[in-house]
């Protein structure tokens, strides 16, 4: 895990979400994506092990659970930057060595949508990258109940 005396100022400092959870890393950008996605799953494993909840007010028993290995975590970027809600576009990075941030276009302060592949799921089958942003409407609802 990076530590904080280890943080370079080459590295890139990147939000990765998947339902309401966000987690924040600095990553260095000529590392392949494997080397983001194997810290991304230590993280994950220590702060959520029984899985990820992708909305605030999951279905019972509705949780993603965590891969053995990082290789299942799969990365986009927002189709539109401005706009997340338009949806995300896979990077297909391959877990080679030639696919790091650099090579696909990441930059500093970005945000990336991450989903499990879950198992005997096939690869050419496409992923739904699933990010619930807070909204206005839903601070509002929150008040209101508790009243």
Known sequence: MVQRED???IDLSL???HGTHTIFLFVDPQEPFSTAAAELLEILRSRYPDGLTTST???PGKQT???QDASRIEFAVAKSPADPSQGWKPLGVSGGSSDTPVSRGVK???VLAFAIRPEG???DEALEFEVEYPSYEDE???EEEEQ
Do not use: C, Q, S, W
Request: net charge negative.
């Open 121 to 123: 799921v096939d690869e």
């Open 65 to 67: 659970p965590l891969p």
């Open 15 to 17: 939000r990765f979400k």
């Open 140 to 142: 509002e609802y929150a």
């Open 108 to 110: 500093d302060g970005m």
């Open 57 to 59: 007010t999951p279905p």
């Open 7 to 9: 943080i370079r100022d």
